[in-house]
């Protein structure tokens, strides 16, 4: 028998098994982390006195080796290794001999890829925070750019109210912030250090689990063992956190199909973010959007993947855990590539003003002003909602807008009308009424210009610790 594990074993596995079991092809993508975590762990063994010095520096030595290896390709896989925690102390091995199987003192492989996966998800997790960040840019450079442009909004897809363009980005600005919020406030829970928990119940050794916190620069450590083996909730956590992610890019993604389509026509594409027809020379195709929109059941099944296979699992780890990284690292790639593409789109697409103000201007969306101006001269809003009402269906029998009607044709709905409606009817009046706090006016959607502008500032502070901090692992 091969295996390090093989002692007790009279017979090898057969290739079938091996092929079904391992899972270096995937948690290779671990390889860095692996040897960091080993790094740690050997320097603290020399430290306690479970290793000597001598022996803690030649292993480490080797580490550092074998990481250069992977690096510069000169290591390859199959399916006999395993696992990249086996192939690391393999190719260790090949090094600097026997001596390498003593970096497993005191751990198991099941502390060990916990530890694996920590370091892993806390370092993605800043990049897809800056990632969010600059597509937060983005989006507010294009509605700072566009901050006059008037659109319509819309309910149930039915124009509905008048809205400025840069009110709608920012809704998305605001929501990628609470994305950024949800994925920092995650990252204490991920940075946890698991090793020192062994295969589920610790070890006789005399280990200092702080000092290899403090090593790789944990916020703390797992106080019991069991759960620091079988816990994958920060997986969880995150894929829940990274499925809102998708959902608010799909969002985003729908509409941007929408609005360039020729139905719409209220933005165009950058040709570097569309591609054409094989067959119809005149298409132009929102690509990017679409993919994203279709990617993000991808994430939506990495979260339920995970979800299930933790369901019904004993304490303390199972071998169904493995299952969790190939869903993560496919969730992370997913998002990854989503937001970097799509801070690229959002800079350069060209915004339709006309077409956006024409739109606004048909299809009644000033009949809430209507109503709102009854109101105010009050009469009880849901009186004042059945005259707005009849008006707009007379002006839909005669092919009218509100604005077509004189003072007189108003007056014969409701004598509360006056010669100021003229002025209540207008967009930009319109726009400019809606001051309460959140609203569409230009005075607000500045406000919101301000408080966007402060939450990336404070993003890029949070990402410039987080930088710092985990570049300081060097060991």
Known sequence: MNKHWGGRFTKAATGEVEDFTASIFFDCLLVKEDILGSLAHVQMLGHVGILSINEAEEIRQGLLQVLELFSQGKISLSSADEDIHM???????LLIGPLAG???????????VALDLHLYLRSKV???????????????????????????????????????????????????????????????????????????????????????????????????????VSDRDFCVEFLANAALIMTHLSRLSEEIVLWCSQEFAFIELDDAYCTGSSIMPQKKNPDVPELVRGKTGRVYGSLIATLTMLKGLPLAYNKDMQEDKEALFDAVHTIEASLSVYKGLIATLHVCKDKMLQAA??????????????????????????????????????HLKLEDLSLQQLQSFSPLFSQDITEVLDLKNIIHTRKSQGGTSLLQVENQFCLATSALEKTAQWLSEKQKLLHEVKI
């Open 87 to 93: 192939k690391v102390e393999t190719e260790l091995k």
């Open 102 to 112: 003593k970096l497993h003192t005191a751990r198991s492989r099941n502390d060990q």
């Open 126 to 228: 800043v990049a897809i925070v800056a990632l969010l960040n600059e597509l937060n840019q983005a989006l507010l450079i294009q509605a700072k750019q566009n901050c006059h442009v008037i659109m319509p909004g819309y309910t149930h897809m039915q124009r509905a109210q008048p809205i400025l363009f840069a009110h709608h980005l920012l809704a998305y600005v605001s929501m990628f912030e609470q994305d950024i919020e949800r994925l920092q406030d995650s990252y204490p829970r991920i940075n946890q250090l698991p090793l020192g928990a062994c295969a589920l119940a610790g070890t006789g050794f005399p280990i200092d689990r702080q000092m290899v916190a403090d090593l790789l620069k944990f916020d703390g450590l797992y106080e019991n063992s069991m759960d620091a």
């Open 361 to 398: 201007q048909e299809g009644f969306l000033n009949a809430t002003e209507l109503a709102d101006y009854l109101t105010s001269k009050g009469l009880p809003f849901r009186e004042a909602h059945a005259v707005s009402g009849k008006i707009v269906r007379h002006c839909l029998d005669h």
